[in-house]
């Protein structure tokens, strides 16, 4: 296991939690804007709605547990609905993969200053 590089590797984690969350938000806002986009090319079902609406919720919620342990996990795994909103969109192919890739980015850099893209900050070693 590789050591964490940060010199103070629970304030990054930290900050990086905060960015998740922004990402996160951001992407539940981006869902909210498909039904319009379905409207006016296939229109809009019950079911798609609800399926969309939903899921921002889901984003939306789950930006505010990016601090708490599972938190990325859940985000990691909200990123497949979000890029599979392109069978609805054409253009939440884009926007998804776009987002997909700040997350996956966020998750290296992660890795780099903590040490584990996912899990608990490891405790710093002792200082002599």
């Known amino acids: 296991m590789s050591q964490p590089r940060a010199a103070d590797p629970a304030r990054a984690a930290k900050a990086l939690?905060?960015?998740?969350?922004?990402?996160?938000?951001?992407?539940g806002i981006a869902v909210?804007?498909?039904?319009?986009?379905?409207?006016?090319?296939?229109?809009l079902g019950w079911v798609r709605l609800t399926v969309l609406l939903v899921?921002?919720?889901?984003l939306i919620l789950s930006s505010g547990i990016q601090?708490?342990?599972?938190?990325l996990l859940i985000g990691t795994v909200l990123q497949v609905p979000l890029l599979l909103t392109g069978f609805y969109s054409?253009?939440?192919?884009?926007?998804?993969?776009?987002?997909?890739l700040?997350?996956?980015?966020?998750?290296?850099?992660?890795?780099?200053?903590?040490?584990?893209p996912f899990g608990p900050v490891?405790?710093?070693?002792?200082?002599?």
Do not use: C, H
Request: hydrophobic share 50%; no cysteine.
């Open 17 to 27: 939690s905060g960015a998740a969350a922004a990402t996160l938000l951001l992407e």
């Open 32 to 43: 909210l804007f498909v039904p319009r986009g379905i409207v006016q090319s296939d229109g």
């Open 55 to 58: 899921l921002a919720v889901l």
């Open 67 to 71: 601090r708490r342990p599972r938190g």
């Open 90 to 100: 054409n253009a939440m192919w884009f926007v998804g993969g776009v987002f997909l």
């Open 102 to 116: 700040v997350w996956l980015y966020l998750l290296q850099i992660r890795k780099e200053l903590v040490g584990t």
């Open 122 to 128: 490891p405790d710093p070693p002792p200082v002599d």
